[in-house]
């Protein structure tokens, strides 16, 4: 593929990303005008480590950045180029995570909204309507959408799951120099060859998250 190719491609995804947005802009909502429409995704709901964070991301109308889509599509290196640039053009972001122990006491799914609801109370605008990946906030008394692929399907989503994405990653780092046996800031917490082996030679750290490692326990008479 060209770069000319390449542009248009970015070009094309950028307005089907954008549908549900203008349309919420230009026909509102249950409760009327939306002004501000927050996008809210997770990352971490997988990993054997470390906490689950969610981000709530209000983009200005006006946005205009190509290239944003499901952080898991992207590199590393364009993630972190495409947080600065949504983070330097928001409207207001809110970051919100829930550690291991929460996850272990009240499950991966609750600890997820209670993230995402955390995100949106983070932020410091109101949104008018939220556009979530795949899940519905009960708690929630703002008008909301639940959108399936949510992150490939919505600029918003997409913009939050980047930010999210990358948030979580800088922490899975930061953890791997206080826990160098597991790799973390390679696997980000997920179950690799690598981190088994450091589980099996130094057990589980304090970042665990020992709901997800039953089995493991059981066969290691843990």
Known sequence: MTKKERIEKMKADFERMTITERSLYEGGNSSGAVEYIAGIDEVGRGPLA???????????????????????????????????????????????LRDNYE???????????????????????????????????????????????????????????????VTRDRMMTEYSRKYPDYAFEKNKGYGTKAHYEGLDRVGISDIHRRSFLVNYMNQRGQ
């Open 103 to 165: 996850i272990d006491k009240i499950n991966i799914l609750e600890a997820t909204k209670e993230a995402m609801l955390q995100a949106v109370d983070e932020l410091e605008v109101k949104p008018d309507h939220l556009l979530i990946d795949a899940l519905k906030l009960d708690d929630s008394d703002i008008p909301q959408t639940a959108i399936i692929k949510g992150d490939e399907n919505s600029i918003s989503i997409a913009a939050a799951s980047i930010i999210a994405k």
């Open 50 to 96: 470390g906490p689950v964070v969610a981000a709530a991301v209000i983009l200005p109308k006006d946005f205009d950045v190509l290239g944003v889509n499901d952080s898991k599509k992207l590199s590393e290196k364009r993630r972190d180029e495409l947080y600065e640039a949504i983070m330097d053009k928001a409207v207001s972001v809110g970051i919100g």
